[in-house]
């Protein structure tokens, strides 16, 4: 679908894609190791895959899961579907931790605090994609 953003070519930067699902890191996101879980293929909503594609579609959001509780060790992990402005499935993979700007509140809320200066490792999305390589095999 041209006129999709998620169709077309992001800026964020992409460190896994199999064809069927890809990962993006969102370099200047305000909550530090934001990921997004998209399904490559359009589709509108999750409905519009069968069970063995949504399936597939969760197995690389637990697989990022696992990747930034392992690689960032946050106090929890956001999980949230939410695309009215990009009407294409995918999930964002939040990691929270106690000095992000709106902790304990949603991600949407007004922020608490300035940001931390908090930053993910050097080798963060390297270190991601070795993960997803390996839990995705
Ligand atoms: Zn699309």
């Excluded at 993006?24 to 879980?37: E, K, L, Q, S, T």
């Excluded at 060790?73 to 009215?84: C, H």
Aim: aromatic share 8%; with cysteine; charged share 20%.
């Amino acid at each position: 679908m041209s006129d999709c953003p998620y169709c077309a070519n992001s800026t964020h930067q992409v460190i896994w894609n199999d064809g069927v699902t890809r990962v993006m890191y969102i370099v200047d996101a305000p909550f530090v190791g934001w990921c997004r879980v998209i399904w490559h293929a359009h589709a509108l909503e999750l409905t519009d895959l069968n069970e063995a594609e949504r399936e597939r579609l969760m197995r690389t959001v637990y697989a990022v899961e696992t990747g930034l509780r392992k690689l960032l060790l946050p106090v929890k992990i956001n999980l949230a579907s939410m695309g009215t402005a990009m009407p294409h499935v995918h999930w964002h993979i939040i990691p929270r931790f106690a000095d992000d700007t709106h902790f304990p509140d949603p991600v949407w809320s007004t922020a608490k605090r300035t940001a931390s200066g908090r930053s993910v490792p050097a080798d963060f999305a390297a270190a991601m994609k070795a993960h997803l390589e390996t839990s995705l095999a």
